[in-house]
């Protein structure tokens, strides 16, 4: 009905099962307007220059991925990160705990580690992770253990705690 209601406001392939989805990301990362944001969040969100993330689907802002100091590019769902160092770690930041990709910025975080795992660039153009978590994370679809290491490609897809 809204669809049909409004045609001058949605894409014509846009269905009714799409916006119940879209409604219900919204929903569990508090962006609708009649929820409130926790004080923890938005300081995140502040402090975000400082890991060079850009959280693209909250501002509707890009910037282009590459620049000359831009190594390679993480992307989530919510947040993606320009990797500018050949050594990155990956993880749940805390107070005590500071990390460059914190992936609770990403989704329901709490059955990821601290410090989850560390990705590297070798001299040789490859990256690696290093899985230093507790629990087993996928590189397209293949388990890595905790202690493990597994070379990255090029648009491998990353799968921690359900967060991808």
């Known amino acids: 009905d809204l669809l049909s209601k409004h045609p001058e406001?949605?894409?014509m392939s846009r269905t009714a099962k799409s916006l119940q989805v879209h409604w219900q990301l919204m929903k569990q990362y508090y962006l609708l307007e009649d929820q409130t944001v926790q004080k923890r969040e938005i300081r995140q969100l502040e402090e975000l220059h400082r890991w060079q993330v850009l959280v693209d689907s909250i501002t509707g802002m890009s910037s282009p991925d590459f620049d000359t100091q831009t190594l390679a590019v993480s992307r989530g769902r919510m947040v993606r990160y320009l990797m500018r160092s050949r050594e990155i770690t990956l993880g749940r930041a805390t107070k005590d705990?500071?990390?460059d990709v914190d992936l609770s910025l990403e989704g329901p975080a709490w059955k990821i580690s601290r410090k989850q795992g560390v990705i590297k660039l070798k001299n040789n153009?490859?990256?690696?992770?290093?899985?230093?978590?507790?629990?087993?994370?996928?590189?397209?679809?293949?388990?890595?253990?905790?202690?493990s290491k597994w070379k990255l490609n090029h648009n491998s897809v990353v799968e921690i705690s359900g967060l991808r």
């Open 125 to 147: 153009g490859d990256f690696f992770i290093a899985n230093e978590g507790r629990r087993a994370l996928y590189i397209d679809g293949r388990p890595v253990l905790p202690g």
């Open 9 to 11: 406001v949605f894409y």
């Open 97 to 99: 705990n500071q990390i």
